[in-house]
């Protein structure tokens, strides 16, 4: 099914029935500030499962997941006076950071290390959904088997069909990976250089 949601401001009666799929384990594409995102509930264990089966993703590869804003991030992760000040320069914005996971995130989602990668994308459909659900929403990109990336809402839903229960159409992407960088112990590395400036770090 697809969805047409307006990227400005959202159609709430469209992201509460967005919100009620996730609920119930459904598989959802939804565009980012980065690439269009394939997710689910962060508290579904079943539909992360479904993910990794149609990323054919190894479990030792956690994914990482969106929140709302920074007060949602504390919650599922340990945040330093550095870390918290870091990313309120930089976030809504296209970075994932790598923060210590906090006890509310599910083991399959934690490194070996524990540590979890979170964004807060610079997308108000995607912040929309999370708020509408009230947990963070995994966050992987929609690829082919190859790794090429859709840029495209219906090329999405033609692809994987009745494996997603829903695809929202926001419009277009910026088709670029999102900067990672580990605020781990307050030193910051540079994971990998993606859309977000890293010079300041």
Same mark, same amino acid.
């Given at each position: 099914?697809? =969805? ?25 594409? =939804?565009?980012?500030?980065?690439? =269009? ?8 264990? %079943?539909?992360?499962?479904?993910? =990794?089966?149609?990323?054919? @993703? ?11 804003? #920074?007060?949602? !991030? ?14 309120? %320069?930089? *976030? ?15 083991? !399959?989602?934690?490194?070996? @290390? ?12 995607? #912040?929309?959904?999370?708020?509408? *659900? +009230? ?15 859709? &840029?495209?809402?219906? #090329?999405?839903?033609? &692809?994987? +069909?009745? %494996?997603?229960?829903? $695809?929202?159409? +926001? ?15 307050? $030193?910051?590395?540079? !994971? %990998?250089?993606? *859309? +977000?400036? $890293?010079? *300041?770090?």
């Amino acid at each position: 099914m697809l =969805y047409t949601i307006n990227a400005d401001n959202p159609q709430q009666r469209l992201i509460g029935r967005i919100a009620d799929i996730l609920k119930k384990g459904g598989l959802i594409a =939804y565009p980012t500030d980065t690439y =269009y995102g394939i997710g689910c509930d962060i508290m579904n264990k %079943r539909a992360i499962e479904k993910i =990794y089966l149609l990323k054919q @993703r190894n479990k030792n590869q956690p994914f990482s997941f969106i929140c709302a804003n #920074l007060k949602n !991030i504390s919650q599922y992760a340990k945040v330093s006076n550095y870390a918290y000040k870091t990313m309120k %320069r930089l *976030l809504p914005g296209p970075y994932t950071f790598i923060l210590p996971g906090s006890k509310l995130v599910p083991k !399959i989602m934690l490194t070996k @290390r524990k540590t979890a990668g979170i964004r807060v994308p610079a997308n108000n459909i995607c #912040l929309a959904i999370v708020e509408a *659900l +009230g947990n963070p929403v995994i966050s992987t990109s929609a690829t082919m088997p190859d790794g090429d990336v859709f &840029h495209d809402a219906s #090329l999405i839903d033609d &692809h994987f +069909g009745s %494996r997603l229960d829903t $695809v929202i159409d +926001g419009g277009p992407v910026a088709g670029k990976p999102s900067s990672v960088v580990s605020l781990e112990d307050d $030193v910051p590395e540079i !994971i %990998r250089e993606g *859309l +977000g400036d $890293v010079s *300041l770090f």
